[in-house]
């Protein structure tokens, strides 16, 4: 295979065509396709490469890769707009979805954290059907966990979903928290005297998503509370942007872009969560 990957490099021009039409091929190996899809996209970076490594990503014998690869290339994908939500069904239904993080201290992500990335970094139109599809298959094994994060979601569209949702099936835990959801969560309150305005929040936002995170790390250095002067200083024309950060943060795929996902889902439910959206 390094031959041959040496091979298209070495003369793109030619031989990317023929790499595309083995790589459409339904009757081509699922780890040839998985493989070459990697090679493509490195080769030709485009949208419609990209398409073909998702596709073949999803096809894959995910007992025959590397799930942390597997996983940060999806969340990469899903990040740029891409639709990975199949690959996140496909996590949830692996009997030994798990990888551990070596500079992390061997820390261990595990079913649902893993998901978390997949679904968390794609956009939320592609997110929530596809969580709700998966609550809809009584036999998905994957079915409480994606319950767990559409409760995490945080759009009209999840919160009018959950008032539908049979939890009987669930854990004692899992339907607690539903129950607390649906009946009125503790959402945060604004600080009376923010200490961060909304000018500042919005340019550290934008020069993170441009790759300088320096900005939104000293802000949280500043006020480590901070989730208190974002729901007292931003307003619902900010929401597309605080979600977009939310996707940026947790497609970093490690425990710390875990803990950031939750303080933006406290700030995103206290400007989305109605009475009328869950009763």
Same mark, same amino acid.
């Given at each position: ?5 040496? +091979? ?66 999806? +969340? ?7 639709? +990975? ?25 595990? *079913? ?56 009987? *099936? ?110």
């Amino acid at each position: 295979m390094d031959r041959f990957w040496e +091979t298209v490099k070495a003369d793109p021009k030619r031989l990317l065509p023929c790499l595309r039409i083995a790589l459409q091929d339904a009757g081509a190996d699922e780890w040839f396709r998985f493989d070459a899809s990697n090679l493509l996209v490195q080769v030709d970076p485009s949208p419609s490469s990209k398409t073909i490594q998702v596709r073949s990503y999803s096809d894959v014998d995910l007992g025959d890769v590397n799930l942390r690869v597997w996983v940060e290339v999806l +969340t990469a994908r899903g990040y740029e707009g891409f639709d +990975t939500s199949e690959a996140g069904a496909r996590w949830l239904a692996h009997p030994s979805a798990k990888y551990f993080l070596p500079e992390h201290g061997a820390y261990e992500v595990n *079913a649902l954290q893993g998901a978390l990335f997949i679904f968390g970094s794609m956009d939320e139109s592609h997110a929530t059907p596809a969580l709700i599809n998966i609550l809809s298959q009584p036999n998905h094994p994957g079915r409480e966990l994606a319950l767990v994060i559409l409760m995490n979601q945080a759009t009209p569209e999840s919160l009018r979903a959950l008032k539908q949702v049979d939890a009987s *099936a669930f854990s004692r835990i899992t339907r607690s928290g539903l129950q607390g959801l649906l009946n009125g969560p503790d959402l945060l309150k604004p600080r009376d005297k923010p200490k961060t305005n909304r000018e500042e929040f919005i340019r550290a936002f934008q020069e993170l998503l441009n790759g300088d995170p320096n900005g939104f790390l000293e802000l949280v250095k500043k006020v480590p509370d901070g989730e208190k002067d974002a729901v007292a200083v931003l307003n619902s024309e900010d929401l597309p942007l605080v979600r977009k950060v939310r996707r940026r943060i947790i497609a970093n795929g490690d425990q710390h872009a875990i803990e950031y996902y939750g303080s933006f889902t406290d700030i995103l439910m206290a400007f989305v969560w109605k009475p009328e959206l869950v009763k």
